[in-house]
């Protein structure tokens, strides 16, 4: 196990709606990435989030927001909920200014209806 | 930007064969790739990664291979175990932490 923890472990909403998502990093990790991996595809990046900013995004739209606290755990949101976001969504932390390493999560299984 | 091209989709082998898995990336830039086994349910376990000035590393049954020129690294698995059964992805980063993974590969070991 890496260490990694997120909460809740599956989630189910309806369209339209808001859904936030937490992830507490591994002992000594200062940065937190986040990824959506939709059913039978390679994970996804969202962004990463180092001292409290977000430091590099990919390709999602503003609806996608997150968080990260002093203590390094962090959360997603997604608001506006769409068909399309149902998927598993992991957080992965690291030490940044040494290695990549990137430890994941075991991730939030999200259905939308 | 980066784009990981991962062969073959499905691998199966007897318990006890090799299994190889290739991936392609595009960015010249990349200099880190990371190979995750992903179990039913489970988030990606890192098993071996490679840095750019290394050409080959092994771990126990596990080893990566690396050619910057061809942009081409690959996963080799000796003796397979029913255990290895999972899904790997290889992926690449440029060092700023991002990475960007290939589609997946599913690999059965049959007893």
């Known amino acids: 196990e890496t260490g990694v923890t997120q909460s809740p472990t599956h989630l189910i909403k309806t369209r339209g709606q808001q859904v936030t998502l937490r992830c507490s990093s591994q002992s000594g990790h200062n940065t937190v990435s986040w990824y959506q991996q939709a059913l039978g595809q390679g994970p996804q990046f969202i962004f990463q989030y180092y001292r409290e900013e977000e430091n590099g995004r990919g390709n999602f739209p503003p609806r996608f927001s997150g968080l990260q606290f002093p203590n390094y755990s962090s959360e997603l949101n997604v608001n506006a909920l769409e068909l399309d976001d149902s998927a598993l969504y992991l957080c992965a932390s690291s030490l940044a200014g040494t290695k990549e390493t990137q430890y994941f999560g075991p991730g939030t299984r999200l259905l939308v209806l | ?111």
């Open chain 2, 1 to 111: 930007g980066e784009n990981v091209e991962q062969h073959p989709s499905t691998l199966s082998v007897q318990e006890g064969d090799s299994a190889v898995i290739k991936c392609t990336y595009s960015d010249s830039a990349s200099n880190y790739f990371p190979w995750y086994k992903q179990e039913l349910g489970k988030g990606p376990q890192l098993i071996i990664d490679i840095r750019s000035n290394v050409g080959e590393k092994k771990d126990q049954r596990i080893a990566v291979t690396l050619n910057k020129t061809a942009k081409h690294f690959s996963l080799h698995i000796t003796e397979t175990q029913p255990e290895d059964s999972a899904v790997y992805f290889c992926a690449a980063s440029t060092g700023f932490q991002k990475l960007v993974f290939g589609t997946g590969t599913r690999l059965l070991v049959s007893p």
